[in-house]
C-alpha cells in the first residue's frame, strides 16, 4: 500500500534564483513549506510554515499558485509519494534559517542538479522555471 504526503512549499525567486532550505536531518534542498495539517488550507499551512522555517511572514495578496507536483518523496522510503503545491510569494523580512532548518540557500537548476542529493518534486518544479523563464 503507497503513502502519499501532502504538502506546500514556496517559490521565492530572486535574480533567477530560488530560495531553498535543508533540514538538519536531510542532505537534500528542498523548498521552504511543509506538511498540510488537519483543518489547514494550503495557504494556512505555507503561512506557518514559512514563519517557523524562515522567521517571516508572506505579504498578504502576494500569494499566487504555481504548479503542483506528485513524485516519488524525498527520504521517505520506498512507495511513499509527495504531494506538492508550489505558491510564490512575497516576503515581509529578511529570511534566515530557523527551526529544523540547518541551512538555506539559492540555487539555479544547474546549481541543484549538480547537488549530491536533490528531491524529485525540486528537480520537476525548478525544471519548468527553467523553462518558462526561457519562453519568456
Request: hydrophobic content about 45%.
Amino acid at each position: 500500500m503507497s503513502e502519499t504526503i501532502r504538502v506546500v512549499g514556496l517559490v521565492h525567486r530572486v535574480d533567477g534564483r530560488v530560495l531553498l532550505v535543508r533540514a538538519r536531518w536531510h542532505a537534500a534542498f528542498y523548498l521552504a513549506g511543509g506538511k498540510i495539517e488537519a483543518g489547514e488550507t494550503e495557504l494556512g499551512a505555507l503561512r506557518r510554515e514559512v514563519d517557523e522555517e524562515l522567521g517571516v511572514g508572506l505579504v498578504a495578496g502576494s500569494e499566487r499558485f504555481v504548479g503542483r507536483y506528485v513524485t516519488d518523496a524525498y527520504g521517505q522510503g520506498e512507495g511513499v509519494q509527495v504531494d506538492l503545491s508550489c505558491y510564490a510569494a512575497e516576503l515581509s523580512g529578511q529570511p534566515e534559517p530557523a527551526a529544523e532548518i540547518a541551512e538555506m540557500a539559492w540555487m539555479t537548476c544547474a546549481e541543484y542538479l549538480a547537488q549530491p542529493e536533490t528531491a524529485p518534486a525540486v528537480v520537476a518544479l525548478l525544471r519548468d522555471l527553467e523553462a518558462e523563464s526561457a519562453r519568456a
